[in-house]
C-alpha cells in the first residue's frame, strides 16, 4: 500500500516536470526538467522492482541513471558548443586553427 502510495506520488512529480519541460523559459530549464524526469524513472523503476519482488529491476534503474547521467551531459555540451567534439585534443579543427595562428605545429 505504501509503496502504491509513493509511486503514485512519483507518476504525479513526473507529469509537473513534463509540464516544465514543455513550458520551460530557457532551454537549461527544459534539460534539468527532463534531467528530473530520468530520475524520477529511476526511482520508479526501483520501487516497482521491490513491489513486484523482482531485485533485477535495480540493476536496470542503475544503468538508467547512468545513461540519464551521460545524455544529459552531451546535451548541455552540445548546446553550449553547438559541437560533440569539442576540446578532445589537438585534432579537434578548431584547435588546429588556433594552433595555426600562434605558429605552432598541430
Same mark, same amino acid.
Not at 67 to 74: E, G, K, M, Q
Not at 89 to 105: C, I, M, S
Given at each position: 500500500?505504501?509503496? &502504491?502510495?509513493?509511486?503514485?506520488?512519483?507518476?504525479?512529480?513526473?507529469?509537473?516536470?513534463?509540464?516544465?519541460?514543455?513550458?520551460?523559459?530557457?532551454?537549461?530549464?527544459?534539460?534539468?526538467?527532463?534531467?528530473?524526469?530520468?530520475?524520477?524513472?529511476?526511482?520508479?523503476?526501483?520501487?516497482?522492482?521491490?513491489?513486484?519482488?523482482?531485485? &533485477?529491476?535495480? &540493476?536496470?534503474?542503475?544503468?538508467?541513471?547512468?545513461?540519464?547521467?551521460?545524455?544529459?551531459?552531451?546535451?548541455?555540451?552540445?548546446?553550449?558548443?553547438?559541437?560533440?567534439?569539442?576540446?578532445?585534443?589537438?585534432?579537434?579543427? =578548431?584547435?588546429? =586553427? =588556433?594552433?595555426? &595562428?600562434?605558429?605552432?605545429?598541430?
Amino acid at each position: 500500500m505504501m509503496f &502504491d502510495v509513493a509511486a503514485g506520488a512519483l507518476l504525479i512529480a513526473m507529469a509537473l516536470a513534463l509540464t516544465r519541460a514543455f513550458a520551460g523559459p530557457s532551454l537549461y530549464d527544459r534539460v534539468l526538467a527532463v534531467n528530473s524526469v530520468g530520475t524520477m524513472t529511476v526511482l520508479l523503476i526501483g520501487v516497482m522492482g521491490f513491489v513486484t519482488g523482482r531485485p &533485477d529491476f535495480l &540493476d536496470i534503474a542503475l544503468l538508467y541513471a547512468l545513461l540519464n547521467f551521460a545524455s544529459t551531459i552531451a546535451i548541455l555540451k552540445f548546446f553550449r558548443y553547438r559541437t560533440l567534439a569539442r576540446g578532445l585534443g589537438p585534432a579537434a579543427p =578548431e584547435f588546429r =586553427e =588556433e594552433a595555426r &595562428d600562434k605558429g605552432g605545429a598541430a
